[in-house]
């Protein structure tokens, strides 16, 4: 399984510098991550709701195999509210957990086909792709238009 090891200054604060060590997960694993916080209908089978902070928290906390010996990150620091992490830090982890267990455009637009707009909504959020203040909300990269080489 791959691994990716990274090195914090202080820019995150004190607390937070050292080395981490992340790993793949298992295709069992993200599956039952995805799962446990996922509600589905009875009837249907569609998704109803997703806690995607949660997926995402379960998803670094099962990729995280080393940290310093302080252990500055845990579950309930990634999933906390007041007592959390910085975001700028939080989206460092969730790229380099993305990046090793394969989560790409192609996977997140096959989510967003199967989510109605409130959930499809939340999840662009957590990804950074929509802001919250509902000021501008760039669109994902392979749905931009393409350059035309036609000049008039």
């Known amino acids: 399984?791959?691994?990716?090891?990274?090195?914090?200054?202080?820019?995150?604060?004190e607390q937070f510098a050292g080395s981490y060590?992340?790993?793949?997960?298992?295709?069992?694993?993200?599956s039952r991550i995805i799962q446990k916080?996922?509600?589905?209908?009875?009837?249907t089978g569609q998704v109803t709701n997703s806690d995607f902070v949660a997926i995402q928290a379960e998803t670094i906390w099962g990729s995280l195999r080393e940290q310093p010996e302080s252990k500055p990150i845990t579950?309930?620091?990634?999933?906390?509210?007041?007592?959390?992490?910085?975001?700028?830090l939080g989206e460092l982890l969730l790229n380099v957990?993305?990046?090793?267990?394969?989560?790409t455009h192609?996977?997140?637009?096959f989510l967003l086909e199967r989510l109605d707009e409130e959930s499809r909504t939340q999840?662009?959020?957590?990804?950074?792709?929509?802001?919250?203040?509902?000021?501008?909300?760039p669109s994902?990269?392979?749905?931009q238009p393409k350059p035309s080489s036609n000049s008039s």
Not at 106 to 109: I, K, P
Request: aromatic share 8%; proline share 4%; net charge neutral.
């Open 37 to 43: 916080h996922t509600k589905y209908h009875p009837m």
């Open 140 to 143: 994902l990269p392979s749905s």
């Open 75 to 88: 579950l309930d620091r990634l999933l906390g509210d007041e007592e959390g992490i910085p975001i700028e």
């Open 106 to 109: 192609e996977d997140l637009r």
């Open 1 to 13: 399984m791959r691994k990716e090891r990274i090195e914090l200054d202080n820019r995150f604060g």
């Open 21 to 30: 060590t992340f790993q793949e997960i298992t295709w069992a694993k993200r």
């Open 97 to 103: 957990v993305n990046k090793l267990n394969g989560m």
């Open 123 to 137: 999840l662009l959020q957590s990804f950074g792709f929509v802001k919250n203040s509902g000021g501008l909300q």
